[in-house]
């Protein structure tokens, strides 16, 4: 997708120099800054400081952070630490383990001098697949968006929470890229971006690439849905996911669930785009999904830019006051119209995923 008209992925190799390009995504929407990551260290830290997120995109960089380590040191069992340590830098996206596990398993038995080769294509693979499941889901989601129109005949308004855009896959995003899609047919759409407080991934990321590539979008704040959907005028809602399990049951960033109910009482629709890699086929019961507490200064604290244009960061709480900072929730089954796929959309329930994805 574009930046100031200028085609990016969000994450790229450097062959040359051996390091891993990305996007620091901390620093949008006010600074577009290229961050390198050289060590395996510094593909652990741009994921626990959310230089990078994104379930996908956490995935992919864990996948490049195998790659990282190995330049860095290409002994086994430095390996298997970073592997260790990969995985539990964040806890719930599933995708990370995802990645791990399946570079890993190719990993396995590989000859010393051959397993940088079979990583770094490994790595590649992993990227170009989730581009390619993207534009998938976003072909499989603008028949639901076309269906729409076509009763409508005016502008859909879409709902969506969180970034779950190009940022935060390689390109396209999952929620994202049905909306793309259909602003590419020319048919009219905007979008509702849920601010998504406490770190704002809605305005600060989401509202910002649909600005970049022209998308109609509007902020809310994340209280503000409800009346929407009471006075019509959303039309549906897409979300992403970090991780859904076999039982269609979604955990999302904090603040789906309630939107999810409140388009259930407005009898609006409510999808979730998702490719296979963050399917959990392995947990049955959602109390088991491990939810990421963040650090309380995320909600404490703001940042922004100052009269000059520097970016400030500001106390907004009383100081004495504690705050608790979930970073995410689960959105039962029964909330959730259909969830989109790269193979296309079905029922959020074990059968209907079972069968989709040959289980
Ligand atoms: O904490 P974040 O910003 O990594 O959370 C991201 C989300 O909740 C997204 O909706 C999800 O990862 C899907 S991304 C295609």
């Known amino acids: 997708m574009k930046i100031k008209g200028k085609e990016y992925r969000t994450i790229w190799f450097d062959d040359k120099n051996s390091i891993v390009n990305i996007i620091d995504q901390t620093k949008l929407p006010h600074k577009f800054i290229i961050k390198k990551l050289k060590t395996i260290n510094d593909a652990i830290n741009a994921i626990k400081t959310m230089e990078v997120r994104g379930a996908p995109l956490i995935g992919a960089t864990a996948a490049y952070g195998i790659v990282l380590s190995i330049v860095e040191n290409n002994d086994q069992s430095f390996l298997k630490k970073s592997s260790e340590d990969l995985i539990n830098s964040r806890p719930t996206a599933i995708n990370l383990k ?11 038995g590989v000859n010393s001098d051959k397993i940088l080769n079979i990583a770094l294509k490994e790595a590649s693979d992993i990227c170009e697949e ?35 855009g190009w940022l935060a896959t390689i390109n396209w995003g999952t929620a994202t890229s049905p909306i793309y899609h259909a ?71 904090i603040g789906t669930y309630l939107k999810a109910l409140a388009a259930k009482d407005n009898n609006i629709p409510f999808y979730v785009a ?34 000059n244009g520097n970016v400030k960061k500001v106390q907004v709480y009383p100081i004495k ?22 193979k296309g959309t079905c029922e959020a329930s074990k059968e209907s995923l079972k069968k989709l994805f040959n289980k």
């Open 98 to 108: 995802w990645a791990v596990d399946r570079m890993m398993k190719k990993l396995s």
């Open 130 to 164: 989730d581009i390619k499941f993207c534009e998938n889901i976003g072909l499989n989601g603008l028949k639901l968006i076309e269906e729409i129109y076509k009763k409508k005949k005016d502008t859909v308004n879409i709902l969506t929470h969180c970034n779950a």
């Open 183 to 253: 602003h590419k047919k020319n048919i009219p759409v905007h979008v509702w971006v849920d601010e998504t407080r406490p770190r704002n991934q809605g305005a600060n990321l989401t509202s910002y690439e649909l600005n970049e590539e022209n998308v109609p979008n509007t902020i809310i704040a994340d209280n503000t849905g409800g009346i929407l959907m009471q006075r019509g005028e959303v039309d549906m809602c897409i979300v992403g996911t970090d991780r859904t399990l076999s039982t269609g049951d979604v955990c999302n960033k």
């Open 274 to 307: 998702l490719p296979s890699s963050t399917i959990d086929w392995d947990i049955s019961d959602f109390k088991e999904i491990p939810i990421e507490e963040r650090n309380s200064e995320e909600l404490s604290h703001i940042e922004g830019l100052d009269e």
């Open 321 to 342: 006051s504690k705050s608790m900072n979930l970073a995410f929730d689960v959105t039962p089954a029964k909330y959730v119209t259909a969830l989109i796929t790269e």
